[in-house]
């Protein structure tokens, strides 16, 4: 079974600041790992994901994630916040096999504000 | 292409009433998603199709049923609504082929049960 905890329900930082979300999974099989973004009364929008490869993954608008194994973590960064940015922020995970791992469970959020 | 279309976009239910909310896909995907969102809560899934015909329970199944009979369309039933089941309510869908690709989400439907 899978399973995905977000550290810290709110984050706020500055405009300029970095951003660090955190994000750790539990998964008895490799897992696919995900961010999504979603804005006040819209639905969700996949920012990045990792499924196999390379580590360090890209998204959009500057965000980027890294899969630590050792770790069981993906957090996502991003160099410096603008104020578009504000958002609620969900990891997920999911895996390509049979029954259970099949499912996309999602963290608890994290609602980032960012400050002018 | 439209991507995943649920409707409707709002509904206030009475305790006890009866509705199916909507959701269509035009992509093809064999895989869909029934998630509810309550604050501070993230997404719990609540049903889940692997493809026309095939249904299973989620996290949260308890008050709602589905049907899948074809591959675009996932209607989730509440028989006897609850106020328990005021949410918000997301319909996803993805492939599950020989690559994952990424699940798409509908705009969502606000439920209140008063």
């Known amino acids: 079974a899978q399973s995905v905890t977000q550290l810290g329900s709110h984050v706020s930082v500055s405009e300029g600041a970095l951003v660090l979300l955190r994000c750790n999974y539990s998964?008895?099989?490799?897992?696919?790992l995900f961010w999504y973004v979603q804005y006040p009364n819209q639905g969700l929008q996949l920012l990045l994901k990792y499924t196999t490869g390379a580590t360090l993954v890209k998204g959009i608008n500057g965000f980027e994630a890294e899969f630590k194994k050792s770790e069981t973590s993906f957090h996502l960064t991003k160099p410096s916040a603008h104020m578009s940015d504000a958002a609620e922020y969900f990891c997920?995970?999911?895996?390509?096999?049979?029954?259970?791992?099949?499912?996309?469970?999602f963290g608890t959020g994290t609602l980032l504000a960012v400050q002018p | 292409n439209a991507g995943v279309t649920q409707t409707p976009k709002f509904r206030i239910l009475k305790i006890g009433q009866s509705m199916t909310l909507q959701c269509t896909q035009d992509m093809n995907h064999n895989y869909m998603y029934w998630y509810r969102q309550d604050p501070g809560m993230g997404l719990k899934l609540i049903y889940y199709s692997v493809g026309a015909g095939i249904t299973d329970k989620g996290e949260v199944p308890n008050g709602y049923n589905v049907s899948r009979s074809t591959t675009e369309d996932f209607p989730l039933r509440l028989e006897l609504a609850a106020p328990s089941q005021t949410s918000v309510y997301f319909c996803a869908s993805n492939d599950r082929g020989g690559t994952y690709t990424e699940a798409f989400f509908g705009q969502g439907t606000r439920l209140t049960v008063v």
């Open positions: 997920a995970v999911s895996a390509l096999g049979g029954g259970a791992t099949n499912k996309l469970i």
């Open positions: 998964s008895s099989v490799p897992p696919y």
